[in-house]
């Protein structure tokens, strides 16, 4: 079974400085990875997502992530941190399984808080 | 442009009673899907519907009942509500052809006591 694990409970970061929220995969084959993002009291919305490619993928509200085959990584980044990306982070592995359904499996999740 | 609707928001159930959770999405996707978030173990798939009239068991299926009532509903029925099912539920729905871009509702907030 495909899986992902993002091993930080919780990030602080101090606003204007870099950030990164780590992750690591699980999977045989290709993986497809993904981020996603959930604002209090809201669903989950899509930041970006590796497919195939560019090792480096660009995503929504200036945030990046980088894919790593070597150690089976797909970070996100932001090269300076708003308060307003205080929030839950969750990474995510296409599953396929059984007639060929596809499906997300995601990681625990990692708080993101920026300071001011 | 409405995206993935769920009703109700919140829901305060007593151990035994049943209930269901309307999702709607209007973007003419085929395939729907019903997660539960719990603190720590992040979103579980319950039941998922590749297209409308069919639908499949997740990792977490026990207690659950589903219905692709067309291809914008999705419902989720508890039959005998019980603790455990105390959970923030998630009613997502994506494009076919390899496409896994989700989008969610805006969740169910449901307690049972």
């Known amino acids: 079974a495909q899986s992902v694990a993002q091993p930080e409970d919780q990030v602080n970061v101090a606003e204007g400085n870099p950030l990164t929220v780590k992750c690591t995969y699980s999977v045989s084959g290709n993986p497809y990875l993904f981020w996603y993002v959930q604002y209090p009291n809201r669903g989950l919305q899509f930041l970006l997502k590796?497919?195939?490619?560019d090792n480096l993928v660009k995503g929504s509200y200036g945030f990046e992530a980088e894919f790593n085959k070597s150690q089976t990584s797909f970070h996100l980044k932001k090269p300076s941190a708003l308060v307003s990306d205080s929030a839950l982070y969750f990474c995510?592995?296409?599953?396929?399984w059984g007639q060929g359904a596809q499906k997300l499996v995601f990681g625990q999740g990692t708080r993101l808080t920026i300071n001011p | 442009n409405a995206g993935v609707t769920q009703t109700p928001k919140f829901q305060v159930l007593k151990t035994g009673q049943s209930m269901t959770l309307q999702c709607a999405q209007d973007m003419n996707h085929n395939s729907m899907y019903w997660y539960r978030q719990d603190p720590g173990m992040g979103l579980r798939l319950i039941y998922y519907?590749?297209?409308?009239?069919?639908?499949d068991k997740g990792e977490v299926p026990n207690g659950y009942n589903v219905s692709r009532l067309n291809k914008r509903e999705f419902s989720l029925r508890l039959e005998s509500a019980a603790p455990s099912q105390t959970s923030v539920y998630f009613c997502?729905?994506?494009?076919?052809?390899?496409?896994?871009?989700?989008?969610f509702g805006s969740g169910t907030q449901l307690s049972v006591l």
């Open positions: 997502a729905s994506s494009s076919t052809g390899g496409n896994e871009k989700l989008f």
């Open positions: 590796y497919i195939t490619g």
């Open positions: 995510a592995v296409r599953e396929i």
């Open positions: 519907s590749a297209s409308e009239g069919t639908t």
